[in-house]
């Protein structure tokens, strides 16, 4: 099982980034997916979600109107696009797969919003 998420970096204030996230090894259809993010010295968060198929997707107060889920399940990778980015948005970003009773999560893509 695995989950690797990419597309992360070093952005100024305004700018764009996509964040995917790979999954092998296991039934990714039958799986939401949600991205979370955590800053230094803070909980991680939810920031968005997305159910299995597709049709319905979540995004957090703070984000809405500036980053969009979305998924691909012939490819296995969903992804998050963030625009309009602001410094606390900075921060270490995670996929997550889940089922009822069973999750996997990934290792992290750091993103930092900085001039």
């Known amino acids: 099982v695995q989950l690797v998420e990419s597309g992360g970096g070093l952005v100024q204030p305004g700018g764009s980034l996509r964040l995917s996230c790979a999954a092998s090894g296991f039934t990714f259809t039958t799986y939401r997916v949600s991205w979370y993010r955590q800053a230094p010295g803070k909980v991680r968060e939810l920031v968005a979600a997305?159910?299995?198929?597709?049709?319905?997707?979540i995004h957090a107060d703070s984000v809405k109107g500036r980053f969009s889920i979305s998924r691909d399940n012939a490819k296995n990778t969903v992804y998050l696009q963030m625009i309009n980015l602001k410094p606390e948005d900075t921060a270490v970003y995670y996929c997550?797969?889940?089922?009822?009773?069973?999750?996997?999560w990934g290792q992290g893509t750091q993103v930092t919003v900085s001039s």
């Open positions: 997550k797969a889940e089922q009822l009773f069973k999750g996997y």
């Open positions: 997305v159910t299995t198929a597709g049709a319905s997707t």
